[in-house]
Nanobody, 123 residues
Framework: VQLQAFGGGLVQAGGSLRLSCAASGRTFSSYTMGWFRQAPGKEREFVAA????????YYADSVKGRFTISRDNAKTTVYLQMNSLEPEDTAVYYC?????????????????WGQGTLVTVSS
């Protein structure tokens, strides 16, 4: 599956953004989808993931209660709603796909990646 993420931008602390990731390919509905982020000088880290049916989600502790992942299999799109943004959330955000029924939280478990979209949160 090919992925394209968009929706990033500049937002003030406390604000909200919604990222989208459009997928091409007929197998999207069988993929676990995840969001990762990479801040300057840091490793890419897990943010959130959702299984193929949308029945299970998992979040990093740092975003739990503020971010929500969702998907629309009919539109082959996964979303990341980000609320109460903090300057520490500034990063390039990547969507990723994993052809498995199991949610993964590490980079090496995902085999399809989007190009990334930059989110900048100003204080």
């Amino acid at each position: 599956v090919q992925l394209q993420a968009f929706g990033g931008g500049l937002v003030q602390a406390g604000g909200s953004l919604r990222l989208s990731c459009a997928a091409s390919g007929r197998t999207f509905s069988s993929y676990t989808m995840g969001w990762f982020r990479q801040a300057p000088g840091k490793e890419r880290e897990f943010v959130a993931a959702m299984n193929w049916s949308g029945s299970k989600t998992y979040y990093a502790d740092s975003v739990k209660g503020r971010f929500t992942i969702s998907r629309d299999n009919a539109k082959t799109t996964v979303y990341l709603q980000m609320n109460s943004l903090e300057p520490e959330d500034t990063a390039v955000y990547y969507c990723a796909g994993r052809r498995s029924i199991y949610i993964g939280t590490t980079v090496d478990l995902y085999d399809s990646w989007g190009q990334g979209t930059l989110v900048t949160v100003s204080s």
